[in-house]
């Protein structure tokens, strides 16, 4: 996957994330209980960890080119061991 497309990903789980606070946020407006509460801090939480993988991804574009760029050489010479990254791959939900 390259970084282009995992930029990609992460927006738009950012965005399913900020779709599903808001729509706690609502609940919570409708109906002020411990039950709606929790449930709107569950997704500002979530909403922040994709938030922090975007701003990850940023503030290190140039590590995930490097990387990129020794995995598709290693690929293109039939290497078979996984190449030294240094930064952690990320999993990828497919």
Same mark, same amino acid.
């Given at each position: 996957?390259? #970084?282009? +497309?995992?930029? &990609? %990903?992460? *927006? !738009?789980?950012?965005? !399913? $994330? @900020?779709?599903?606070?808001? !729509? /706690?946020?609502? $609940? @919570?407006?409708?109906?002020?209980?411990?039950?709606?509460?929790?449930?709107?801090? /569950?997704? *500002?939480? %979530?909403?922040?960890?994709?938030?922090?993988?975007?701003?990850?991804?940023?503030?290190?574009? $140039? #590590?995930?080119?490097? #990387?990129? *760029?020794? +995995? $598709?050489?290693?690929?293109?010479?039939?290497? %078979?061991?996984?190449?030294?990254?240094?930064?952690?791959?990320?999993? &990828?939900?497919?």
């Amino acid at each position: 996957m390259t #970084d282009w +497309d995992l930029m &990609v %990903e992460r *927006i !738009q789980n950012a965005m !399913q $994330a @900020l779709d599903k606070a808001h !729509q /706690a946020k609502e $609940a @919570l407006k409708k109906q002020t209980n411990g039950e709606t509460m929790t449930k709107f801090q /569950a997704e *500002i939480k %979530e909403l922040e960890q994709h938030l922090r993988l975007m701003k990850q991804i940023l503030e290190h574009e $140039a #590590d995930y080119s490097m #990387d990129e *760029i020794a +995995d $598709a050489l290693g690929h293109m010479l039939n290497r %078979e061991t996984e190449s030294y990254h240094r930064i952690p791959r990320y999993e &990828v939900k497919k």
